[in-house]
């Protein structure tokens, strides 16, 4: 996707980066990613959701940037990365190692930190020796690890096999987007965004969601309609911090409320009120405090233990 499609204005406006390169996944799979802020400055790792793209994270990086290196990454399929051949949750766990290895030294550590599918990246990829020896710390924003579709509340039916099934059918619809307009704007507030977000708040995550390839959209639909990673937080031992919003209708609260009782080190649950699932947007403040707190902590950690 064009850096053209985004907003050029504002604080949801992409920054330039200071380095571009492309990371090369298990399959092949190219990877576009970004850094920010200085080399030797402490190192956070970005992973953006569903479609979206680097794009998403454009307030965090631009706070975060002055006094961190900031890695972000485009999904396969979003943003600048290209298209693949495949869509499943071993391929994004595959594709965050991919960006760990290019981008941080031996031994290196960072803080990871994901929005919905990225945040369940960091579940897929929490085993991985790879992301022992990488990930400090990790932040799960606004995602779940399984029954996407039954617990979603985008379609206002009681919970049963027909509101599920018209979930199913919404998320993973194959129909183009179109262009951004105001009934798209209003369609996508309701869907995924708190009811007091402020116009330019949904005119940036319009303009990125809007972005995204329809097949792309589609491929990953059906990867989350089928989506059980609880397994795998049981593997995912390193401090971990959650965030939600009490307004989320794709990924409700019980999700966040879920993740921090089955975490093994759970740092912290912060319910955001009246915010929906696109929190890095709608509440930036609340997000990078969350990365810089986890941030600190590890440094602090750290510190203690060099002689």
Avoid at 142 to 168: M, Q, Y
Avoid at 201 to 228: F, M, N, Q, Y
């Amino acid at each position: 996707m064009s850096r053209t499609a985004y907003v050029t204005s504002g604080r949801y406006a992409p920054p330039a980066a200071r380095r571009e390169l492309v990371a090369v996944s298990a399959d092949g799979s190219r990877l576009h990613v970004e850094e920010h802020g200085e080399a030797d400055a402490p190192a956070v790792v970005l992973a953006h959701g569903w479609t979206c793209s680097t794009a998403f994270w454009a307030a965090q990086i631009r706070e975060l940037a002055r006094d961190h290196r900031v890695i972000a990454y485009d999904q396969r399929g979003h943003g600048r990365s290209p298209a693949a051949s495949r869509y499943d949750t071993t391929a994004l766990a595959d594709d965050l190692v991919a960006v760990l290895r290019s981008t941080l030294d031996p031994g290196e550590r960072a803080v990871v930190a994901g929005h919905s599918m990225g945040g369940m990246t960091i579940m897929a990829a929490g085993g991985r020796p790879e992301f022992a020896e990488h990930a400090a710390a990790a932040l799960l924003c606004s995602t779940g690890s399984a029954r996407l579709v039954a617990e979603a509340l985008v379609v206002p039916l009681r919970p049963g096999r027909a509101r599920t099934r018209i979930t199913g059918a919404v998320l993973g619809a194959r129909a183009p987007l179109g262009p951004v307009t105001p009934v798209a704007k209003r369609v996508l507030k309701y869907a995924t965004m708190g009811p007091g977000s402020a116009p330019d708040k949904v005119e940036a995550c319009a303009r990125i969601v809007h972005g995204c390839p329809t097949g792309v959209r589609h491929a990953w639909s059906e990867v989350l309609a089928s989506l059980d990673l609880e397994a795998d937080l049981a593997a995912l031992t390193v401090p971990t911090a959650v965030i939600g919003g009490k307004n989320d209708r794709l990924t409700p609260i019980v999700h966040a409320r879920g993740l921090a009782a089955a975490l093994p080190h759970c740092v912290g649950l912060t319910e955001l009120t009246g915010m929906g699932h696109m929190t890095p947007i709608e509440a930036p403040e609340a997000v990078t405090n969350a990365v810089r707190e986890l941030t600190t902590h590890f440094l602090e950690d750290l510190k203690e233990k060099t002689p």
